[in-house]
């Protein structure tokens, strides 16, 4: 019986599905059903007819990862319109969502319906993605306003912030009650990422060593190779939710720690990523197919069955830079792509958000920030793909 199959095979199969399920698709309905063209902005939702599904409110979180997606998607194919989201999409952003309070500029966390301020919190993980999303939109259309935005970002959360023992606490005005997280951090380290790799300005770069700091110290527990996610405020395993752990994390996390390594290459990074992936594959697979939600640290016992899109595109992206052999990534991504295909993807551009323990779809609407993850997990893996030419394929 074959046990592995050939880059050529992987292409074969999966380059043009990507492909086309990408900006035939799932790109080509949002812009057409999801984009506003009075005004630009994003629905925070659609149905599963490609209906704006109002939600009692608007994030600045899916108005980033929207512009992201789409500035995204023309640096990789230079298509007109794509382009044509960008600068009103922008706009809109900072427009609605970018306010002055006592003498402080800052960015809001959501809108109503109507486009009315609802919740003032400035919160950092949606802050980690003005830095992603306008470090990739400068990167589209040159326009010097988004670096400039992406500097008042980082000033804010330097200024207002930053918590005197490490990190950032999670939204502003600060509420030193609350339990801290991983998971801004990993995206503000995504954000960071971008806004260096967009300006090369050494700022960005602290940063990122900053966070990548945490992380080592408090983020990853090395007695369980496991990345924890809740904390107290000293930075100790939170008592109730310490031993929370997310495959779907890992798996983020090993793709950010090799782009982190090209900026500032220390080789504790790739340890990190490597224990992160062996723990994750270990552990985080249902022999049923799909990646839990979350697992126990030191046991690895599943913690609940049904299984969410995101982590699957997340581990296809570890895929893309963690495996060193061609051919046992070849056989990696392939098998993931297998299941994301058949349990996951739509081929008109729909997706199932959830899974059940036994793979059967759990009805959900169409997110504004779930095509941020099938966006990037699937362009890394079509641009591995064509790292890759095989005569007569790619």
Partial sequence: MKMTLTISECKRDFLTPCHSYLYENLLTKWSLNGINQADGKSAECLDQDWQIKPMGRIRLLSQCRQLYTFSHAYLETKEPKWFAVLEPLFKFI???YLFTENNIERWRFSLDDDLKPLD????????????????????????????????????????????????????????????RRQNPHMHLLEGYIAAFNATNETCYKTQIISILELAEARFYDKKSRSLLEFFELDWQADKSDGQITEPGHHFEWVWLLHQAYKVH????YL????????????????????????????????????????????FLKAACVQIESNQEQAQTIHTGLNFTFNHYLKVDGRWNEYLDGENNPIDANLSGTTSYHIFLGLTEVINWMQRNPIKGIG
């Fill in 271 to 314: 340890t990190m990523a490597t224990n992160l992936w062996e723990k994750a594959c270990q552990y985080g697979f249902d022999p049923k197919g799909g990646i839990y939600n979350q697992i126990t640290a030191e046991s690895g016992e599943p913690l609940d069955s049904s299984k969410r899109i995101w982590p699957i595109t997340e």
């Fill in 120 to 179: 003032n919190t400035s919160d950092a993980y949606a802050l980690a993605f003005v830095l992603l999303s306008f470090s990739f939109y400068f990167n589209a259309t040159k326009d010097k306003t988004a670096l400039e935005l992406m500097k008042k970002t980082d000033n804010f959360l330097v200024q207002y912030m930053s918590a005197d023992n490490g990190g950032f606490y999670e939204s502003y005005p600060i509420d030193q009650t609350q339990q």
């Fill in 94 to 96: 900072v427009q609605h």
């Fill in 265 to 268: 290459p220390k080789e504790s």
